[in-house]
């Protein structure tokens, strides 16, 4: 099998920090490679000099044996590289159509946009992916995994000879995923080549040929996806053996006093008569399909949307909560799924962000800031964090995915939390912070804080919880005590097959 495509050390470097040195690798006609590495390691990087958003600084680009020079995305594609990014890309206010053809709408002698045509490509395109929907609907209308999906479809609208796919699965559904992977091996089987990027070791062993590991900007190695186990590429994307990843279980956990309780709670539409108790230093995770309810329960909570009707318990008080400043001002945090859009200030540096939900605590007595005692309080989150940064002064869209996770649980853990409701801990974080936010989260649950986990992967709630309520259509259909849990009673549950009234 001939390589189509060859990269030759290729470095790239952005202010005081090497993110790609010196990287070699090649990739075959027809074979999908998968590439790993953690947060950081220089993945996304290395990937946009391939797809014209990055110029090498050093190194050469072959294609099919030619060497290649880009100076735009738009280069990459015409030569044959199309690129999902991991960040949408999609403009809200155009139609599903005028997203995926942007610029390259069919159009009659005149000019004039060809819309029945470009209604009937579209149509096309929609129904790989089983997608009933009309082609003028606005993009600003669909859900994120939709979106997610229509990034898909707008690189392969381009016919290319390499899809480069970075992280495609993390807002999709299980049923999404299996339509996106039969898609990919039907492109294969076309002729098309695929690069990978996954933090899910699970999909390279579903999906890929072969699977090339990245550590700190460097190649590391690569193999036949065949001849490795998942424990040899945690060895190789960290640098060392991941023993004990969740941590230990607090037996007594879900018998210790009650912290928080939630009882009757109801938003037409959403989720109707939900009541559980959450003990001290308990985790209890939320299982369920995508719409089941549990985001919107988070949110109605924390007060961020309205409840129609549900009562509020913390530390045997009833209280009221009716906005997410009064959630705060009660000791209660709630960690969105979407850091970027709703969890951080993108724009604003570490330390702002750090600081943010507390400023009050570090005015003085007229009201004014005090400067040292913010960087003080800042330069002991980032070590307890282990945050990594430049500086506390770098921008938070300059950190790396698992770096900006951290960096939202530091910023909310400065409120000294009764109650945590975190939705997603890990999505699009790598092992190795993995391992650091379950360790967290077990720190905080010793010192008697609530947490409840809202995750679409089961086995991390089993690995960290210590209950389980299995949420389906916006009710709890069943409640699960550690010692006997498994993925399929949990997910019997949550499909709506088994249904218990919980207690």
């Not at 044959?80 to 002698?109: D, K, W």
């Not at 193999?223 to 991941?242: A, F, H, N, Q, S």
């Not at 109801?266 to 369920?288: C, N, P, W, Y």
Request: aromatic share 6%; charged share 25%.
């Amino acid at each position: 099998m001939e390589y189509i495509l060859q990269a030759e050390n290729l470095s790239k470097s952005f202010p005081g920090v090497q993110a790609v040195g010196d990287v070699s690798f090649s990739l075959r006609a027809g074979e999908i490679l998968a590439l790993v590495g953690e947060n950081g390691a220089g993945k996304s990087t290395l990937m946009q000099m391939l797809g014209g958003v990055q110029k090498p600084e050093a190194g050469h680009i072959y294609l099919k044996g030619i060497p290649v020079i880009f100076s735009s995305a738009s280069d990459a594609i015409h030569a044959g590289i199309s690129m999902v990014f991991q960040e949408l890309s999609l403009v809200n206010g155009l139609s599903i159509s005028e997203n995926i053809f942007a610029n390259r709408q069919p159009v009659g002698r005149i000019n004039n946009i060809q819309w029945k045509e470009l209604g009937q490509r579209t149509r096309e395109l929609l129904d790989r992916f089983n997608l009933d929907l009309d082609p003028m609907t606005r993009v600003k209308r669909l859900t994120m995994s939709n979106q997610q999906i229509l990034e898909i479809l707008k690189a392969i609208s381009t016919g290319p000879k390499i899809l480069i796919l970075d992280e495609p699965t993390s807002s999709l559904t299980e049923a999404e995923t299996v339509d996106l992977f039969e898609n990919i091996q039907k492109l294969k089987r076309e002729g098309m080549s695929f690069i990978y990027i996954t933090h899910k070791l699970g999909e390279v062993f579903q999906l890929a040929d072969r699977v090339m590991v990245m550590r700190d900007g460097k190649y590391v190695g690569s193999r036949i996806v065949k001849e490795v186990t998942e424990g040899d590429l945690v060895g190789m994307m960290v640098g060392r053996e991941i023993n004990d990843m969740y941590g230990a279980t607090d037996r007594s956990a879900s018998s210790r006093q009650n912290r928080f309780s939630i009882e009757g709670f109801t938003r037409k539409g959403f989720f109707h008569d939900v009541s559980f108790e959450l003990g001290q230093g308990e985790i209890l995770g939320l299982a369920g399909l995508v719409g089941a309810g549990r985001t919107e329960l988070a949110r109605s909570i924390f007060g961020i949307d309205p409840k129609d009707s549900g009562k509020l318990t913390l530390d045997g008080e009833p209280v009221e909560i009716n906005s997410p400043k009064e959630a705060i001002d009660q000791g209660i945090a709630y960690l969105t799924e979407d850091r970027k859009g709703q969890g951080l200030f993108m724009d604003m540096t570490v330390l702002e962000n750090l600081v943010a939900p507390v400023l009050k605590e570090f005015t003085n007595r007229f009201g004014m800031l005090v400067g040292n005692k913010i960087t003080d309080n800042v330069e002991d989150r980032i070590r307890k964090f282990d945050i990594t940064t430049p500086s506390a002064g770098q921008k938070v869209l300059n950190l790396s995915g698992g770096n900006q996770q951290k960096c939202m649980i530091a910023m909310w853990m400065g409120i000294d939390p009764k109650v945590v409701l975190f939705d997603e801990p890990t999505r699009g974080v790598d092992v190795g912070a993995r391992t650091e936010i379950y360790h967290k989260l077990r720190e905080l649950a010793k010192e008697g804080t609530g947490v409840v986990i809202i995750s679409s992967e089961l086995p991390e709630l089993i690995g960290i919880c210590d209950r389980i309520l299995a949420v389906h259509q916006g009710q709890i259909t069943g409640e699960v005590f550690r010692d006997e849990f498994s993925e399929e009673l949990i997910m019997s549950y949550a499909a709506g097959i088994k249904n218990q009234l919980h207690h």
